[in-house]
């Protein structure tokens, strides 16, 4: 959260807010209100604001479907919910609060899907969740994995196609990635030989997960593309699938995010 924040006043002169529907309205401001506080304010911008937002629905920027919108407001960037919450109670949510959404759909603003929960709270009931289910249907990020940093080394990733190739490796990077007895030249050499800039060859494991085995550890496919993608793996509270549902496809615009406790224990 930023610590700056304008005042209740600005915002309130700025936006309008429809606690019924959940919307939010850009305001109708004469120039001398729309330029104050901005001294690079030319009435060129002012009448493109005004042709384009003047009057109009606040669109919010979404990531993803699953994700918070937000807005970018004179060099603040405020989340929909944080917003909503300050133009209707006419106060800031406190930093160490969160704005939750009780049917977890990111686009209904209306004031009455709206609570105010502490982080630290949300997180223990997050938790509660994920622990209170049936079944675990979807496999526990592998924190014992080699970090994003080193995976690179190993594996290309293609976003377009979603094939993934190992890497041309140099001899430097074979050393630092093979220490000991297997920083051999001779297996530099078959590896480079074999399999450098070939595709991956995954195998299906027990759950039928499409996995690669590398140093000893087991590398789900779906897992790898986003580290490779994001260079960070996924957060424990969140789990990946394949948006069109084909589980053969994994092109990055087919790999969706989701909280785990939005999983049903009792699906298919």
């Known amino acids: 959260m930023a610590e700056y924040l304008h005042k209740i006043s600005e915002l309130r002169n700025r936006f309008r807010y429809d606690p019924k529907t959940g919307w939010v309205f850009w305001k109708d401001v004469p120039f001398i209100e729309w330029a104050r506080g901005n001294s690079r304010a030319k009435q060129g911008y002012y009448r493109k604001w005004k042709r384009e937002k003047a009057g109009k629905i606040v669109r919010f920027h979404y990531v993803n479907p699953r994700v918070v919108g937000r807005l970018s407001y004179r060099t603040v960037s405020y989340t929909a919910p944080r917003l909503v919450w300050a133009l209707h109670y006419g106060k800031h949510p406190a930093v160490d609060d969160k704005i939750i959404q009780i049917n977890r759909d990111p686009r209904d603003l209306r004031i009455e899907n709206l609570t105010r929960m502490s982080k630290a709270d949300h997180y223990r009931e997050t938790l509660t969740k994920i622990r209170g289910a049936k ?62 800039d070939t595709l991956v060859e995954f195998r299906k494991d027990k759950r039928g997960d499409q996995v690669v085995d590398l140093k000893h550890k087991v590398y789900e496919r779906k897992l790898l593309s986003y580290a490779l993608k994001e260079g960070d793996h996924i957060p424990d509270i969140c789990y990946l699938y394949h948006r069109n549902g ?23």
């Not at 994994?250 to 224990?265: H, K, S």
């Open 135 to 196: 079944k675990l249907q979807y496999r526990e990020p592998q924190r014992s994995w080699l970090t994003p940093k080193r995976l690179r080394m190993w594996f290309d990733y293609n976003p377009h196609t979603g094939d993934v190739y190992w890497q041309d490796i140099g001899w430097s990077q074979w050393k630092e990635l093979n220490r000991g007895p297997r920083a051999d030249p001779e297996l530099y050499e078959e590896y480079m030989y074999n399999q450098a």
């Open 246 to 268: 084909d589980e053969t496809d994994f092109r990055w615009e087919n790999i969706g995010m989701t909280y785990r406790d939005d999983v049903d224990p009792d699906a298919d």
